[in-house]
């Protein structure tokens, strides 16, 4: 069965770039069915999409942090990868990384557990 | 952007009852619409794909219909389980967009 697992720092401090991983297991990120997405979710708030990969190399970014976003995927390692950059408290989040199922579900069928990033000297 | 809009933001119900959620897009966005649970502390979860394809695993009392601008999440007896935030978000273009959440709440 697919798993999504996230890594990286909890903490990162204003101004810095915050850096995270998902690791996949169970199944090949290296399919064309799938892109794969980060999401994220300020506490006691909605959901937000960052941006989405594609095995191939592909990017798609929300605009409202296009300036800031890059995702990048390692199909070696079945890895993907987020970096935001000048972060600000206002990107304190719990982060999730994702996969999105092509036609006909697309939708974020699987995801990973969340990891809590919080920007704070 | 496409803005997805949800409404009620809270419903209270109780076991058993019908629960409906409506989210309505500022543009067409076709059947590119899915719905997701989220209970506190853990990942949403994939209910309805497609406005109305239930996702593998997922209960038959959640049921999705719509297409263009207005859809709609039906919870159609809710259980003890059900008790969470749902979420609509919209696939037809980027960037992908959800609805600010429903919570569905005890009475």
């Known amino acids: 069965q697919l798993q999504l697992q996230e890594s990286g720092p909890g903490l990162v401090k204003p101004s810095e770039t915050l850096s995270l991983t998902c690791t996949v297991s169970?199944?090949?990120?290296?399919?064309?069915?799938?892109?794969w997405g980060w999401i994220r979710q300020p506490p006691g708030k909605g959901l937000e999409w960052i941006g989405s990969?594609?095995?191939?190399?592909?990017?798609y970014y929300n605009p409202s942090l296009k300036s800031r976003v890059t995702i990048s995927v390692d199909t070696s390692k079945n890895q993907f990868s987020l970096k935001l950059s000048s972060v600000t408290a206002a990107d304190t989040a719990v982060y999730y990384c994702a996969r999105f199922a092509r036609s006909p579900t697309d939708a974020f069928d699987i995801w990973g557990q969340g990891t809590m990033v919080t920007v704070s000297s | 952007d496409i803005q997805m809009t949800q409404s009620p933001s809270s419903v209270s119900a109780s076991v058993g009852d019908r629960v409906t959620i409506t989210c309505r897009a500022s543009?067409?966005?076709?059947?590119?619409l899915a719905w997701y649970q989220q209970k506190p502390g853990k990942a949403p979860k994939l209910l309805i794909y497609?406005?109305?394809s239930l996702q593998s695993g997922v209960p038959s009392r959640f049921s999705g219909s719509g297409s263009g601008t207005d859809f709609t999440l039906t919870i159609s007896s809710l259980q003890p389980e059900d008790f969470a935030t749902y979420y609509c978000q919209q696939a037809n273009s980027f960037p992908q967009t959800f609805g600010q959440g429903t919570k569905v709440e005890i009475k």
């Open positions: 169970g199944g090949s990120i290296s399919s064309s069915s799938y892109y």
């Open positions: 990969i594609y095995y191939s190399g592909s990017t």
């Open positions: 497609a406005a109305s």
């Open positions: 543009q067409g966005i076709s059947s590119w």
